[in-house]
């Protein structure tokens, strides 16, 4: 047989599907370069002399001092301290802020009452309330508790009641047609209207919640991370510091991750436009 009839029967011959092996997806992996790169520069300078330890103490001086902390249980215990208080808080605040805005959204007579004087605290910056929450309820665990709680009362507040009356009208005229009454209406078509918006409220609120923390462990306060924080800062530890203000941000990542893991299970009806 001819070569030329060779390439023809072979061209002619349905062609085996290849074994595509898996490319390594390098894509997640870039927005963690920057952060490392600046990590890098960080301790690249520490190490030439260029930043002061008493300005800001190297990478490798700050993950000696967390596992000093760590191992010596002194971080553990400060942690308990602090997430007790911003558990207390911020459960006190959702709860009055789902409430309030629950009175509010859901009656005219409500909004006019309750309305007006949440958006007039709203506006109070925590600082200036410090010193009336000490005169009020001592210098405790009261306090603190406090300011989380109004903290963290607003957001929800806020998010919840726009969600309420931002429910479709129509979806409301649809369950009236099928027979709801005002108490259906209310479980089955503006709460779950209104459930995003919440969910929102609530990561804010977390955010909040944390803020706060940062200003209520300023008042005479014995434990805590923000103890821990004044603690170090007395004694020009920089490296201790860091520590705070990371677990202050890990804590408060891993807070948020919590509430999208639910905000996806409790929202898996809501239909996805994002693509991957």
């Known amino acids: 047989m001819s070569e030329h009839a060779l390439g023809a029967r072979e061209s002619l011959a349905p062609s ?3 074994a595509v092996l898996p490319r390594p997806n390098l894509a997640r992996y870039r927005r963690f370069l920057s952060p490392l790169a600046i990590v890098l520069l960080w301790q690249a300078a520490s190490m030439a002399g ?13 993950l000696a001092a967390a596992w000093e902390l760590l191992v010596s249980g002194e971080l553990p215990h400060h942690l308990l301290v602090s997430l007790a208080r911003v558990a207390t808080g ?23 009452v309750v309305d007006a004087p949440m958006q007039m605290l709203r506006t109070l910056p925590f600082l200036a309330l410090v010193p009336l929450f ?13 300011l989380v709680a109004l903290g963290s009362a607003f957001p929800v507040y806020l998010t919840l009641f726009a969600g309420i009356r931002g429910v479709d009208p129509k979806l409301a005229e649809a369950g009236r047609v099928f ?13 779950p209207g209104a459930l995003p918006s919440g969910l929102v409220g609530l990561r804010y ?40 203000l990371l677990v202050y941000a890990l ?9 999208r893991a639910f905000e996806r ?11 991957a």
């Open 16 to 18: 085996l599907p290849r």
């Open 50 to 62: 260029l930043i002061a330890p008493r300005t800001l103490a190297a990478p490798t001086t700050i």
């Open 90 to 112: 911020l459960a006190i605040g959702v709860t009055a802020g789902i409430v309030l805005a629950l009175i509010s959204g859901l009656s005219r007579l409500g909004e006019e």
């Open 134 to 146: 000490i005169l009020w309820f001592g210098i405790g665990e009261t306090p603190k508790i406090a």
């Open 179 to 191: 027979g709801l009454d005002r108490r259906g209406l209310i479980r089955h078509v503006i709460l």
């Open 205 to 244: 609120a977390l955010g909040s919640a944390w803020l706060s923390l940062v200003i209520a462990e300023q008042i005479n306060a014995t434990a805590g991370i923000g103890f821990l924080i004044n603690d170090a800062r007395d004694f020009l530890r920089t490296d201790v510091i860091v520590v705070g």
């Open 251 to 259: 804590l408060g990542l891993g807070a948020d991750a919590l509430i």
């Open 265 to 275: 299970r409790a929202l898996a009806w809501r239909p996805n436009l994002i693509k």
